[in-house]
């Protein structure tokens, strides 16, 4: 024997760091939108369609492809799959699937409301436990706060009792809130609630740069727009705790490189993982939906759309003169929200900058003292020389 | 009380987990709960005990696998027995593998 001895188990948690001595399997993780239909409306949601929207569930790939699918994936190396929606829990068949993908030795991460979580599914989660901690979205403390939200009368008393049956059985979940006009008072009270119900001190995270709908089906977007916070904003209620989301963020610049240039795609430099809306249609990430970015899975195998066509949109470059003037050379790229994913929500392009963002990611640097108020981010010649002398200068 | 190794009988993997390998690796991934410490852990075996795995088939005594291993890497069989008892000791108070008789 020629192998190291004890041990000869090695545990693996979550994380996975360090799990391969290659560069890892064609594809590492899964993202499913199992449906786009929901039963809550969120006001802010950039996805939902309504629970009972009888042509987006005939549209919707049954129980039979995503098991096919999913068989395809674990050949491919797949070891995590995320199903989401819209609310996953509206298909009748989640049960079948997350079963499939479980036996085909895949960890699930679930991302629901709760609230149509059912006994016999929570105990189904006690005894093939999903590996990851169920992710639940939480609109609010109370009925009125939460229903304000989701417009859907009933759902607060739903999502309790869902979350109440996972807790029962000991099923482990974390929670998410959303930074809306209705819930932004209870931020306190969330993060509290989420300590004592989770036993865990880790703050949940909150969403508060709302996406505009990614079909570009505008007539939401208005309201959606609207209910974001501006960047001033966003600064302040990420100082609530101190400084270290500021630290965080030079940390952020100082880590991400030099600037984008030409490239559209510097979250996915590395590959390893692809989205698949509900009706097989292979994307990099469940926001891109520019048509130049998908593809029919009906017309090919998963394997050929992870080795060869994805890496061909991530081979894409923009040759639009705002983007290459103002993107390209920002040293802000680990701040800001910037991708195509934003720009074809906003725009319909793949590579607008995209104002709301940009506003963000300039009041998050002024903050951490990386730009003077009015400067612009694209128009400091070296990002890097500025972040080293800032933190040089703090260090002092 | 945890059972014992036992170099008479049959071993093969349990039903609880499901034995992938992805680029050269081992990967046990827990099915039913109860396998790991946590519940989002999964398990990976070093060198040693991927060449053992492959042969815990589920279907000849572990004596015999004891004897091929020993044969193919031209060593003792007592430095053998003691990888892989310790390796099934290890999988076996894991539930991850069963006594198939």
């Known amino acids: 024997m020629t192998g190291p001895g004890k041990p000869y188990v090695r545990k693996v948690p979550s994380g996975r760091d360090g799990m391969w001595a290659s560069a890892g399997p064609p594809l590492a993780r899964l993202d499913i939108e199992l449906t786009e239909r929901c039963n809550n409306d969120c006001v802010h949601c950039s996805v939902n369609l309504p629970a009972g929207d009888a042509a987006a569930r005939a549209r919707e790939w049954p129980a039979a492809s995503w098991k096919g699918l999913l068989g395809e994936a674990a050949e491919l190396g797949c070891l995590v799959v995320r199903l989401t929606g819209g609310e996953p829990l509206v298909r009748e068949d989640f049960e079948e699937i997350y079963l499939h993908a479980r036996r085909l030795g895949m960890r699930v991460m679930l991302f629901t409301n709760a609230t149509l979580v059912t006994e016999r599914l929570a105990r189904l989660f006690r005894d093939v436990p999903p590996l990851e901690a169920v992710e639940v979205s939480v609109y609010g403390m109370a009925a009125e706060t939460y229903e304000a939200v989701t417009r859907a009368p009933g759902s607060f008393a739903a999502f309790r009792r869902g979350l109440g049956l996972l807790g029962d059985q000991g099923v482990p979940f974390v929670v998410k809130g959303a930074v809306l006009p209705s819930t932004r008072r209870e931020m306190d009270e969330l993060e509290a609630w989420s300590a004592r119900i989770t036993g865990s001190p880790a703050r949940p995270s909150s969403a508060m740069l709302f996406d505009l709908r990614s079909r570009r089906d505008g007539a939401k977007n208005p309201l959606i727009a609207g209910l974001r916070i501006g960047g001033d904003e966003f600064v302040r209620i990420a100082r609530r705790h101190g400084e270290a989301a500021v630290d965080e963020w030079r940390d952020f610049c100082a880590r991400s490189g030099g600037p984008r240039g030409d490239r559209l795609f510097t979250c996915l430099a590395s590959g390893g993982s692809a989205s698949v809306d509900p009706y097989g249609r292979l994307q990099y990430c469940l926001g891109l939906r520019h048509p130049d970015t998908v593809t029919d899975l009906a017309a090919g195998s998963l394997r050929e759309a992870v080795t060869g066509f994805l890496p061909r949109v991530r081979a894409m470059r923009s040759t639009n003169p705002a983007y290459l003037e103002r993107c390209g050379r920002c040293f802000l790229k680990g701040l800001c929200e910037q991708c195509p994913a934003k720009s074809w929500a906003e725009y319909g392009t793949l590579d607008t900058p995209v104002e709301y963002f940009c506003g963000v990611a300039h009041a998050q640097a002024i903050a951490a003292g990386l730009l003077e108020p009015g400067e612009k981010a694209w128009a400091v010649v070296d990002g890097k020389e500025r972040v080293e002398r800032v933190e040089r200068r703090r260090g002092s | ?101």
């Open chain 2, 1 to 101: 009380m945890s059972m014992k190794i036992d170099l008479g009988r049959v071993y093969g993997p349990s039903e609880d987990v499901v034995v992938r390998e992805i680029e050269g690796e081992i990967v046990i991934v827990p099915l039913v709960s109860g396998i790991g410490d946590l519940e989002d852990e999964l398990f990976t075996l070093n060198e040693t005990g991927r060449a053992i795995w492959s042969r815990i088939d589920g279907r000849r005594p572990l004596a015999a696998v004891v004897r091929e291993l020993a044969g193919e890497y031209n060593a003792p069989d007592g430095i053998i027995q003691e990888d892989v008892v310790g390796l099934l000791q290890e999988l076996l108070d894991r539930r991850m593998i069963v006594d198939r008789g």
